[in-house]
C-alpha cells in the first residue's frame, strides 16, 4: 500500500463550480496533512496545511481532515480557470522532517 | 527575498556520465529536501538535510546517488553513471528547520539521460 493515495483521474469543473479532491494515507501516525498546487512545468507551491480533524478555510480553498479514517479532501470553491493545475496530497511522517507525496490529480477548469 | 535556486534548469548527458546538480535554499533556512518526479508522477523524497549533517538518507535509489551540504547553504546532488531511469526533474526544498511546516521548493532541474 503506497504511503499517499490520490486516485481519482483527471478533474473537469465548469468555471463557478466546487472541485473536491480526496487523499488517503497510511500511516496512522500522520501528523500535518499539506496540499500542493503545480502548474505545468512548474514547482510545487503550498496552498494549504491542516493538523487537527475537521474544516479548515482559506479563501476559495477548505481542507477537510479525518484522522480516524485517514484520509484529506481539498474543496475548491468558486473555480476559475486559473486553478487549473496538478494538486498534491502530501503527508509528514518520520517526526516531520520528510514529505510523502501523493500521485496528483489534474483540475481542468472549463470556462 | 529569494527563493530556492537550482541549476542548471534543464541537464541532458549520455548514459553513463555523472551529473552534478546544485541548490541554494532560502537564507536562513537550515533544512534542505531532495525530491525525484519523473514524468506524471508524484514526488519521491531522496534526502534531507539539517544544518550540513544529512539524517535521513532513505530516499537514495542508489549507491549512484549522492548528496552533500556545505556552510549550512548550498547542497549538490551527484548521480555517477547516469541511467535511462534516472531522467526525471530533480526538486530541491528548503524550510526555516526540520519539522517547520512549510517546504518551500525551487524550479527543478530536468534531467533527461540520453
Known amino acids: 500500500q503506497k504511503e499517499v493515495e490520490q486516485n481519482s483521474g483527471p478533474l473537469s469543473v465548469p468555471e463557478g463550480a466546487i472541485a473536491s479532491l480526496n487523499c488517503t494515507y497510511s500511516d496512522r501516525g500522520s501528523q500535518s496533512f499539506f496540499w ?3 502548474y505545468s512545468g512548474k514547482s510545487p ?3 494549504m496545511f491542516i493538523y487537527s480533524n475537521g474544516d479548515k478555510e482559506d479563501g476559495r480553498f477548505t ?36 514529505l510523502a507525496f501523493g500521485k496528483g490529480n489534474q483540475v481542468v477548469v472549463i470556462p | 527575498g529569494a527563493g530556492v535556486s537550482q541549476s542548471p534548469s534543464n541537464k541532458v548527458t549520455e548514459k553513463g556520465k555523472d551529473v552534478e546538480l546544485r541548490c541554494d535554499p532560502i537564507s536562513g533556512h537550515t533544512a534542505l529536501y531532495w525530491y525525484r518526479q519523473r514524468l ?26 549522492s ?16 541511467q535511462q ?15 517547520a511546516d512549510t517546504q518551500y521548493f525551487g524550479p527543478g532541474t530536468r534531467l533527461t539521460v540520453l
Request: with cysteine; aromatic share 8%.
Open chain 1, 45 to 47: 507551491e503550498l496552498i
Open chain 2, 85 to 99: 531511469e534516472d531522467s526525471a526533474v530533480y526538486l530541491c526544498a528548503s524550510s526555516p528547520r526540520a519539522g
Open chain 1, 36 to 38: 500542493y498546487r503545480q
Open chain 2, 40 to 65: 506524471g508522477q508524484g514526488l519521491e523524497f531522496l534526502i534531507y538535510f539539517q544544518g550540513n549533517s544529512a539524517p535521513d538518507k532513505s530516499g537514495l535509489p542508489s549507491d549512484r546517488f
Open chain 1, 63 to 98: 481542507a477537510q481532515l479525518n484522522k480516524a479514517s485517514q484520509y484529506v479532501s481539498l474543496l475548491i470553491r468558486d473555480s476559475q480557470p486559473s486553478d487549473s493545475a496538478t494538486y498534491l496530497c502530501a503527508v509528514s511522517s518520520h517526526g516531520n522532517n520528510r
Open chain 2, 67 to 82: 548528496a552533500e551540504r556545505t556552510g549550512e547553504s548550498v547542497s549538490t546532488l551527484t548521480i555517477q553513471r547516469t
